[in-house]
Every structure is written in C-alpha cells, then in structure tokens.
C-alpha cells in the first residue's frame, strides 16, 4: 500500500487526481456536514470541522498542485 501511495504521489496524473479531485471534493463534504451540523445545534463541532479538516484537504490540495506544476516543470 505504501508503494502504491508513494507511486501515486511521483506522476503527474496521480497528482491530478488528489489535487484537483479527491481533496477538493474531500473539503467540500466536511464543509457541508459542518455546516449542516452548525445549522442542526451542534454549534461547537461544527465550527471545528469547518476549520480544522476543511482547511487541511484544501491545504493538501494545494502542495500537491503545487508539486505536480514542479513535476511538469522538471520533465521538460
């Protein structure tokens, strides 16, 4: 499995797939099921995992843009 990941995270495609899909499409059902539970009375959780979780898949999301724009960028 380790293999597998760290394969994942050396192409390019793999890097498409987790920064523009996977942790994008990650954020945004924690950021729905936050602001459902703020909405449902659970002000406190809510709040947590529309900060904390959130903000680290948008965070992931980025680097591995971001490596994958330098991937690109050594292969030419």
């Known amino acids: 499995m380790k293999e597998s990941f760290a394969a994942l995270k050396q192409s390019p495609e793999g ?3 987790i920064g ?6 990650l ?3 924690v950021a729905v099921l936050g602001f459902f539970l703020v909405l449902g009375g659970h002000r406190i ?3 947590i995992l529309l900060l904390v979780p959130t903000q680290l898949f948008i965070f992931l999301a980025y680097r591995a843009i971001t490596a994958r724009k330098k991937l690109l960028a050594s292969e030419d």
Do not use: E, H
Not at 20 to 25: D, I
């Open 15 to 17: 890097l498409f797939i």
């Open 45 to 47: 959780f809510g709040v």
């Open 27 to 29: 954020a945004l059902a």
């Open 20 to 25: 523009y899909m996977l942790f994008p499409l």
